[in-house]
Structures are given as C-alpha cells and as structure tokens.
C-alpha cells in the first residue's frame, strides 16, 4: 500500500544525500521526498539564527503545507533529534518514525550530552571558531572503515557544508516519552564495535512498539547500501498497519 515518506538528511547534507533512496521508493509506488534544512543548502548563508527548534519547524511546516497524513518520518544521524520531536508534536500526521544510526531526542538534552564532557566542549569550540558552524569531517574520515568507496567518500565531502552549531547544542523538547511511538531503529553494524550501540537506543529494545534491523553498511547507508535501505524503508512501512 501507498505511504508517504518523509527523509531528513543527516548534518551537513542537504536533500541531494537521500536521491537514490527517494528514487527506489517512488519506483515501489510510495509518495517520497527528501528536505534540506534551514543552513544547509550552502556553506556562506547566516546560520546565526538557525537552531534546532528550526529544524524541526522547518519539517512540520513541509507536514502542513503538502497537508502529508499517515506519514513515515525517516531521520539519520543527527536529525534523529529532528524526527522523533515532529513525531511527538505531529500525531495526527505522522505514524511511524525511523532513525537510521540516528541520535535520539531527550527532552531537556541536546545531542552533544552523548558525548564525553571533553569532546563535548572540543566540538563547542570549533562551532565558535567556524562562525557558528559545525565543520564537517574530511574524506578519510567519512570513509575509514564505513563500506563507501573512495569515490563515494569525495563525493560526499565535496558537497558537505558546515552544519548550524546550535542546533546540536540546545536542548530537545518532548511533549511524551519516545517509548510512547511507533518507531524504528536501523543499525548500520560497521559503525558499531562487537555490535554495541548507545545505551539509550539499546534500551528501547524492550518497548513493544520499537522495532530494530540491521544493515550490513557503515554511516551513509543511502549512499553505500541504497537498495538496501530502500527496501528496507518500505518492509517497515508496509508493517506499520
């Protein structure tokens, strides 16, 4: 049957980063499409007043304005935060959530309190040093260890911007608990050592109404595994009934 999905691209990415996956699903006869939030269609626009509560009107706005009903939100990464809050904020509109290697929105929490208190202030300083812009990681990076070729890793690297710093700096808002949704989680196993994963996502194992799958990918699923992903995508929205 038909779903509406709705992808929302990792930091630094734009809309581009989900194509090929957009593409696979509209071929399964799905309604598809992929956003670029606020900041990140280019590296020299003003993200001074880009946060996260932007991001995440910027999707509910998309939510309203296409008037989307019974929708799959689908974030990575990142805008894991982004997709659980327009969940929470949108039931009448969203009916499932997937986060792909995302991070998990806590009320009152922002992204950065998963990392250690170190590395934690080491990120707010280079957001602070690159004009409120989290800069985005080489090649090597992107690529060590994730199953992306070489070509893969510059292609994804050539189009990066610098992500808005605030947005992974200021806290979440939940109106109810995340074990209150109907959710996803997919687990990319090359970004994992021995399979572990975040306490946080770990322990939403035992709600009934999460479901977890695990890709044979790194990071960048949509760009190493994008059949896959697909595929996969559209197995947890024909489930979802």
Partial sequence: MKRAFVLIP???????????????????????????????????????????????????????????????????????????????????????TVFVEAFLPHDGKSMLHVFPERQRADELRLIADNEGRWPAPDATVVAEGQGLTTRQALWLTRRFVGHPGRTIAEPAALTRPLTRQRASYVICSKEHFAGRVSADVSAMRTVPTWDFHTLDTGHWPMVSAPAQLAALLADIADRDR
């Avoid at 696979?24 to 499409?33: C, I, P, S």
């Avoid at 996260?52 to 990142?78: N, R």
């Fill in 10 to 96: 990792g930091p630094w990415m734009g809309a581009w980063v989900w194509e090929p996956v957009v593409r696979r699903l509209r071929q399964r006869g799905h309604v598809a499409r992929a956003i670029t939030l606020q900041g990140l269609d280019t590296a020299d626009t003003d993200v001074s007043g880009v946060g996260l509560e932007t991001h995440v009107s910027d999707v509910l706005a998309i939510l309203e304005k296409e008037d989307l009903h019974d929708v799959v939100v689908v974030g990575h990464s990142y805008s894991g935060l982004v997709a659980g809050q327009v969940a929470d904020r949108a039931r009448d509109r969203v009916s499932h």
